[in-house]
């Protein structure tokens, strides 16, 4: 399983910002795909994570009601929208991907089998 993300940039608190992950072609049906992220100097965290063949989501508590994900089977793709960034954010946001996990919560709690690259976001005061 490939994994690219894309999305990242330089934007000002406030602000929003997608992050697209585009997965390799092949079904991901029994797949838990999602996000990930890691700030300069902290451990990589969960963020939230998407049940492909249910589209059931689960987040982390402290991007609840900011960000969404969501997927496009016909792209093969994952999306996270982030709303009302601020400068707690920053960090390399990292796509991933787990054939094991039978509900999106698992991400949270078990290793992912894929990664991606990541793709950085930094917010500026």
């Known amino acids: 399983v490939?994994?690219?993300?894309?999305?990242?940039?330089?934007?000002?608190?406030?602000?929003?910002?997608?992050?697209?992950?585009?997965?390799?072609?092949?079904?991901?049906?029994?797949?838990?795909?999602?996000?990930?992220?890691?700030?300069?100097?902290?451990?990589?965290?969960?963020?939230?994570?998407?049940?492909?063949?249910?589209?059931?989501?689960?987040?982390?508590?402290?991007?609840?009601?900011r960000f969404t994900i969501s997927r496009d089977s016909s792209k093969n793709t994952v999306y996270l929208d982030m709303n009302d960034l601020q400068s707690e954010d920053t960090a390399r946001y990292y796509c991933a991907a787990d054939p094991w996990a039978t509900n999106a919560r698992q991400m949270a709690t078990l290793p992912p089998g894929y990664w991606g690259q990541g793709t950085l976001v930094t917010v500026s005061s």
């Open 2 to 65: 490939q994994l690219q993300a894309s999305g990242g940039g330089l934007v000002q608190a406030g602000s929003s910002l997608r992050l697209s992950c585009a997965a390799s072609s092949r079904t991901f049906d029994n797949y838990v795909l999602g996000w990930f992220r890691q700030a300069p100097g902290k451990k990589r965290e969960f963020v939230s994570s998407i049940l492909w063949s249910t589209s059931n989501t689960y987040y982390a508590d402290f991007v609840k009601g």
